[in-house]
Each structure stands twice: as structure tokens, then as C-alpha cells.
């Protein structure tokens, strides 16, 4: 009898955890999308394995200190001719150093891009959250405003039995109901798709959101927030390195005039004789004619392209940033504003329906004041929806989001 009572016990502890797990991942949080998105996402995982490449290639550059072997074989008159030699550089006129240091910047650079992915799927995720969360508060509304057309309707039921109210104004009342279902389906749709975004954004099943805790956190001034956003941008950060980058290879390419200087092994095999030998062999590789001097063009003129779409993207940023804090501003403002118009509608419906009874206003008036009501806290919900989403925008472009949302 124990031992039932002891596997009912582990059982209904089982079903309780599994149940809590599922529940834990159905009700997705803005900082566990971020997190699922800015990790698992394909284009993060794309732009994670051009940072494996990139690495390689660094490695590779790196190989350039050693060693480099060669075998030739000739043969002629009857006689094979075999030479192994084994190059050493020596002096290279700065093209070793400087083609690792390049591998290196284009490896950050890579690392700056997986970054700037990651900031470009928040903003996305930012955007299908607070759209879900602000049509999720939307279909609450719109179902309570269905509650209020349907007990109008029932009110206007029974006074049309009554010989009150005539058989016009219950097909009026019909009418609201009707409309005020077709909000639910509606927002319900709305939300729905919203949810879809997020799903496909972070690849989990998301059965409902939780509210976002940034009610406490204050936003810096405007050209705190530009600076802020400047210094964390991450494709701001790439193009500085790629300018860099751009630059090792204009050093290369002005080594490549001068002549490098190689320590050289030769192990020389014919059916005659053998022979080793070491030397010190200056080599000059310029390229075919003036290739050199173009090259020198052309990763110069490519720092001037980088540098004039950092410039651009510095402006963009800074654009950006100013528009989500205007919107940010105006909205803010608008809310106390919206709050108050929401709670005078409440208060008017209220005494609609008072006066109705009395005969002081008519039945239009009290179906009018039913829909003003509902539509300012649709309203007020909109700029909720416009302030929260400026907020959590500017945030993300300060690079400040994920640490707030952690805290």
C-alpha cells in the first residue's frame, strides 16, 4: 500500500515538473527571445562560420614565417635531374607582417558582422514582441467591449418585449455587437501572426508573451544616447576594420615592388653527381608590368569606399537614434493625455446610460459612447505600444538592452 501511494506521489511530482516545463516554454520572454534569436538563428550561424573562415585564414597567414619546400624535376640527355629546395624568409619587405595583421582585421571584422547580425534579428524580435504584446492587450479590450455590446444588446431585448424601445433600436444594438466581434477576430488575427513572427524569428513554439519590467528605466539624453549608440554600433566597427584591413594590403602591395631577401636550402640529385648548397638569394617579384602600382590603386581607392560608408552609416545611426527618441518623446507625453481621455469616456458612457434611463439621452447616444470608450483605450494602448517600442529600440542600439532585461 506504500509503495502504490509512494509511485502516485512521484507520479503527480512528474506530471507537475513536466507540466511546469511546458509552460515555461510555451509563455516565451523578451529575454529569452533575444537570446534563442541572437544564438541559433541561421544568419547568426552563417555569419559564425565567415569568423571559422576567417580564422583559417589567419592561421594560414601565420604559415608564412616558415619554410616553404619545393621539389623539380627535369629530364634531358638521358639524365634525371631532381632539386629540392627549401626557402626560408628572411626579410620580405613587410608583406609577411603585414598580410598576417590583415588576416587579423578581417577576422574582427567578421566578428563585428556575426554582431551586426545579432543587433539587426533584436530589433526584429523587439518589433514582432511588442506588436504581439500590444495586440494581445488589444484582443482583451475588444472582448470586453464584446461583454458590454452584449449585455447592451440584452438590456434592449428585453425593453423591446417591454414595448419600450423599438424593434430599430435592438437591430442597432445588433449591429455594434457584430462589429464589435468582428474587432476580436480581428486583433486575434493580429496577434496570432505576431506570435508567428516570433516563432520564426527564435525557432521555439510560443503559445503567449510576458509583459516587458521597463517601467523604471530611464532613458539618457539625446546625445548621450547618439554617442552611446556610435560607440556600440557594430557595423561601425566592421568598416573600421575592414579600413584597416584596406590598409595592411596597401603595405603589402608597396612591398611587393621591393625585393625580399630568402635564406635558401638546395639539395641537388643527378645520376652524376650530388650536390647541397646554402645561400642568402635576394628575389625580386614585382608582378606582370605595373601590377603592383595598380594594386596600390585599388586597395587605396577601396579605403576611401569604406571610409565614405562608415561616414553614411555614422549618419543613418544618428538618424535612427533621433527618430526613437522624437517618437519615444511624443508618445511619452501623449500618455497621461490618452490615460485621462480613456477615463473621461469610461465616466461618459456611465452617465449615458444613467440619463438613457430617464429618458435624457437616446439609445444612439448610449451605443455612440460605447464605442468612443472602447476606442480610446484602443488608443491608449496604441501609444503604450509606440512608447515601449521607441524605448526598447534605442535601447538596443546602445547596446544597453540585454544587460537591462538580465538585471
Known sequence: MKLKNLSLLLLLITSNFLAA????????????AIQMVTQNHPLV??????????????????WGRFPTPSLETASGDGNLTAVLRVDQPVWTGGRIEGAIDAAELTKNAAI????????????????????????????????KGVLKHQKLFEMMQRRVKQDINSRADLNLAESRLLQAKSNVSTFTQSYETALGSLEELTGLVVEDISSVPLSK????????????????????????????????????????ILPQLVARFEHTNTSEVTDNRF????????????????????????????????????????????????SYTSSTNMLSTARNASQISIEVFNSYMRQFVTGRKTWIDVLNA??????????????????????????????????????
Open 21 to 32: 516545463n511546458v509552460y515555461s516554454a510555451d509563455v516565451l520572454t523578451l529575454k529569452k
Open 45 to 62: 550561424v552563417s555569419k559564425l562560420s565567415e569568423v571559422d573562415s576567417a580564422d583559417a585564414s589567419l592561421e594560414a597567414a601565420n
Open 112 to 143: 563585428s558582422a556575426v554582431d551586426e547580425a545579432r543587433l539587426d534579428l533584436q530589433l526584429r524580435v523587439v518589433e514582432a514582441y511588442v506588436d504581439a504584446l500590444s495586440n494581445r492587450n488589444k484582443l482583451n479590450l475588444a472582448n
Open 217 to 256: 528605466f530611464e532613458l539618457a539624453h539625446l546625445d548621450i544616447l547618439m554617442d552611446q549608440a556610435a560607440n556600440y554600433s557594430p557595423i561601425l566597427k566592421r568598416l573600421s576594420m575592414e579600413i584597416l584591413a584596406a590598409q595592411k594590403e596597401v603595405e603589402i602591395s608597396k612591398g611587393a
Open 279 to 326: 645561400m642568402l638569394v635576394l628575389q625580386a617579384q614585382p608582378g606582370a608590368g605595373l601590377s603592383a602600382m595598380s594594386n596600390i590603386r585599388a586597395a587605396e581607392s577601396l579605403i576611401r569606399v569604406l571610409e565614405n560608408s562608415k561616414d553614411a552609416s555614422l549618419r543613418e545611426i544618428k538618424q535612427l537614434v533621433r527618430a526613437d527618441y522624437a
Open 370 to 407: 460605447t464605442r468612443e470608450m472602447t476606442q480610446a483605450e484602443l488608443a491608449y494602448e496604441d501609444i503604450k505600444a509606440q512608447s515601449l517600442i521607441s524605448k526598447l529600440r534605442l535601447l538596443s542600439h546602445a547596446g544597453q538592452l540585454t544587460n537591462i532585461l538580465s538585471e
